[in-house]
């Protein structure tokens, strides 16, 4: 039978609006924080990546947002497009060579 | 280029049969991971290796084995004693997690 699990939440957003997918992680000595793409059938792709040191981090059309005081991490998508449908997985780095990661949020982009 | 590599893209199972899960990466990378994903669901570790000729355990490996005989190689055998292998199996390799993981693009197995 099927696993039992909680399926992923989904974000619907019109083509040209802005996204935020939110990531509650679970570690407060976590050091080093990287948000993934996944499309379906793919592998995950690497977006973009934060240290603890750091609140914000910039890359094309997206913006990672980490709030070390409420472990909460969040991916900011400008003007998303059709091509940004995907599931994203926030990941985190616990302990040694290792990252964890999160649940994933799917992301809907209507036309 | 260099990337990593897992084959086959699908894969039929029979009931009781064991299978291999190839997963080949020429990134010069140490770590290597395995990791079983189920529909509308998220990324669980089966197995992973941070060195040749070693491997731990990580979250799901009953009914799963691996081997690290070589840098580039890490293949996952799916045993008989996994009763419910139908799933999207991903592998990853990483020099170092501040760089994140690499990852390949899946296979899917069925069991028939």
């Known amino acids: 039978g099927e696993s039992v699990g909680l399926h992923l939440p989904t974000l619907s957003v019109q083509e040209g609006d802005n996204s935020i997918i939110n990531c509650a992680y679970s570690?407060?000595?976590?050091?080093?924080f990287i948000w993934y793409k996944q499309e379906s059938g793919k592998g995950p792709q690497f977006i973009i990546d934060?240290?603890?040191?750091?609140d914000k981090r910039q890359g094309q059309r997206v913006t990672v947002l980490l709030n070390k005081t409420v472990k909460h991490l969040s991916l900011q998508i400008a003007a998303t497009q059709p091509g940004d449908s995907a599931v994203y997985f926030c990941?985190?780095?616990?302990?040694?060579?290792?990252?964890?990661f999160g649940g994933g949020t799917r992301l809907m982009v209507k036309p | 280029d260099g990337g990593i590599t897992q084959s086959p893209k699908y894969l039929f199972r029979k009931e009781g049969q064991n299978v291999t899960l190839s997963c080949e990466q020429n990134?010069?990378?140490?770590?290597m991971y395995w990791y079983r994903q189920d529909p509308g669901q998220g990324l669980r570790l089966i197995y992973y290796?941070?060195?040749?000729?070693?491997?731990q355990k990580g979250d799901i490996a009953e009914g799963y084995s691996v081997s690290r005989e070589k840098k580039e190689s890490f293949p996952l055998t799916v045993t008989s004693a996994q009763k419910n292998p139908t799933a999207f199996y991903l592998c990853?390799?990483?020099?170092?997690?501040?760089?994140?993981?690499?990852f390949g693009s899946g296979t899917r197995l069925t069991v028939v």
């Open positions: 570690n407060s000595a976590s050091d080093y």
């Open positions: 934060i240290r603890s040191n750091m």
């Open positions: 990941a985190e780095n616990m302990e040694g060579n290792m990252l964890t």
């Open positions: 290796s941070q060195i040749v000729n070693d491997f």
């Open positions: 990853a390799s990483s020099r170092h997690v501040i760089y994140g993981y690499t």
């Open positions: 990134l010069n990378h140490d770590a």
